[in-house]
Nanobody, 123 residues
């Protein structure tokens, strides 16, 4: 059974940092494209970032580029999202997801999803 479990969310002041973790079981993150998506309150879920099976391939939404970094620890079978210079607009539920092939910016490419973790940025 595949499980993706996010952690690390919380309340932070604008300008602060958080690191989200996505611990996987039932699949190997090094063999899959992995992504982070978020759903702001009252809005649809949106792409944040993704990493391909090769760690050299990454993609970021324009709104987070330069502030967020996706990474992967294959030994821990975990994917991370380092979020710096947080803004009130980053407030959302953040979801980790895994594809069956290469990475994608489309949520429809992802077969497995975590339950999400809340990030709230106070201004």
């Amino acid at each position: 059974q595949v499980q993706l479990v996010e952690s690390g969310g919380g309340l932070v002041q604008a300008g602060g940092s958080l690191r989200l973790s996505c611990a996987a079981s039932g699949l190997t993150v090094s063999n899959r494209g992995m992504g982070w998506f978020r759903q702001p309150p009252g809005k649809e879920r949106e792409f944040v970032t993704a990493i391909g099976r090769s760690n050299t391939t990454t993609s970021y939404a324009g709104s987070v580029k330069g502030r967020f970094t996706i990474s992967r620890d294959n030994a821990k079978n975990t994917v991370y999202l380092q979020m710096n210079s947080l803004k009130a607009d980053d407030t959302a539920v953040y979801f980790c997801a895994a594809t069956s092939f290469g990475y994608s910016r489309s949520e429809y490419a992802y077969a497995y999803w975590g339950q999400g973790t809340q990030v709230t940025v106070s201004s």
